[in-house]
């Protein structure tokens, strides 16, 4: 139980439509980054939010956009989605300078 | 592009016998920690390196940083059921950003 917790933990879309995943932090965590992991590989960095400010950004394109929130909960928005954007979207806070993660569940995305 | 290859991909053994999976790159990492995933769940931290040469221990579990940060091995002495699951390298790159392996997918037979 690692206190981090994302909803919802599946979700089925079709192609072209938008979805918003969430993450709350653990308490007392300011930095939270969100990774995307396709079937069979690591996870992969999208981005990183601290203190509500974009601090790092993977290779993803903008259609993928995050959000954080005055209590460091934070969200992963996806436009346009793609096939290939089936996967398993995992969250992951720390206090910042820190370098532990603490993981969540994860969301399950399926792209019909 | 995948920075971090991990290997074995797979490995099925039985309990009770030792195994080594190694986690290799061509760049130089400030830190680098072993996580292991089960399914349904996210990945948890067992360890972080950040010294050359440096090895930690953890119960059956030993890790080792390559001397010039850059690889890393995790041997796991006498290995149970409890320990299948899906075994990730991760790297840091500067302060936020951590570099997943491809991953190494232990199954313990009993």
């Known amino acids: 139980e690692t206190g981090v917790t994302q909803s919802p933990t599946h979700l089925i879309k079709t192609r072209g439509q938008q979805v918003t995943l969430r993450c709350s932090s653990q308490?007392?965590?300011?930095?939270v980054s969100w990774y995307q992991q396709a079937l069979g590989q690591g996870p992969q960095f999208i981005f990183q939010?601290?203190?509500?400010?974009?601090?790092g950004r993977g290779n993803f394109p903008p259609r993928f956009s995050g959000l954080q929130f005055p209590n460091y909960s934070s969200e992963l928005n996806v436009n346009a989605l793609e096939l290939d954007d089936s996967a398993l979207y995992l969250c992951?806070?720390?206090?910042?300078?820190?370098?532990?993660?603490?993981f969540g569940a994860g969301t399950r995305l399926s792209v019909l | 592009t995948q920075l971090l290859e991990q290997s074995p991909q797979f490995l099925s053994i039985q309990e009770g016998e030792n195994l080594t999976v190694y986690c290799n790159s061509s760049?130089?990492?400030?830190?680098l920690q072993w996580y292991r995933q089960e399914p349904g769940e996210g990945p948890v931290l067992l360890v972080t390196?950040?010294?050359?040469?440096e090895v930690k221990k953890l119960k059956r579990l030993t890790f080792q940083f390559g001397d010039a940060r850059k690889d890393s091995s995790l041997h796991i002495t006498a290995a149970q059921p409890g320990d299948t699951g899906l075994y990730l390298c991760a790297g840091a790159r500067g302060t936020y950003k951590y570099i997943f392996g491809t991953g190494t997918r232990l199954k313990v037979l009993a």
């Open positions: 992951a806070s720390s206090l910042g300078g820190e370098n532990i993660q603490y």
């Open positions: 939010y601290y203190r509500e400010e974009e601090n």
């Open positions: 308490s007392g965590h300011n930095t």
């Open positions: 390196v950040v010294t050359g040469g």
């Open positions: 760049s130089v990492f400030s830190s």
